[in-house]
């Protein structure tokens, strides 16, 4: 089992930036790949970005070049870094991590809010 607890949420002018973080209970060493979801109030969750243990990441078509997901194997701990955020950004974002191979989202968060409003 993996706990993880993101971290960094809140609320946000139009081209502001946020950092989310996420920490995991155990080694992510141990951990194939993380994740970030996430879902806005009547729509579907969305896989924002995924980094894999070798470092290999990919991003949804509307966040590349905005956000930058990353890892740090020391600290146990995942990171979404969000730039020129949009109001279509709001939503709940969940971090993921599995250790299933080719899989994302094996243990998910409890989600933290960004608002993306002025």
């Known amino acids: 089992q993996v706990q993880l607890v993101e971290s960094g949420g809140g609320l946000v002018q139009p081209g502001g930036s946020l950092r989310l973080s996420c920490a995991a209970s155990k080694s992510i060493f141990t951990i194939n790949a993380m994740g970030w979801y996430r879902q806005a109030p009547g729509k579907q969750r969305e896989l924002v970005a995924t980094?894999?243990?070798?470092?290999?990441?990919n991003y949804a078509d509307s966040v590349k070049g905005r956000f930058t997901i990353s890892r740090d194997n020391a600290k146990n701990t995942a990171y979404l870094q969000m730039n020129s955020l949009k109001p279509e950004d709001t939503a709940v974002y969940y971090c993921?991590?599995?250790?299933?191979?080719?899989?994302?989202?094996?243990?998910w968060g409890q989600g933290t809010q960004v608002t993306v409003s002025s």
């Open positions: 993921t991590a599995a250790t299933t191979l080719g899989r994302v989202a094996d243990y």
């Open positions: 980094i894999t243990r070798g470092g290999s990441t």
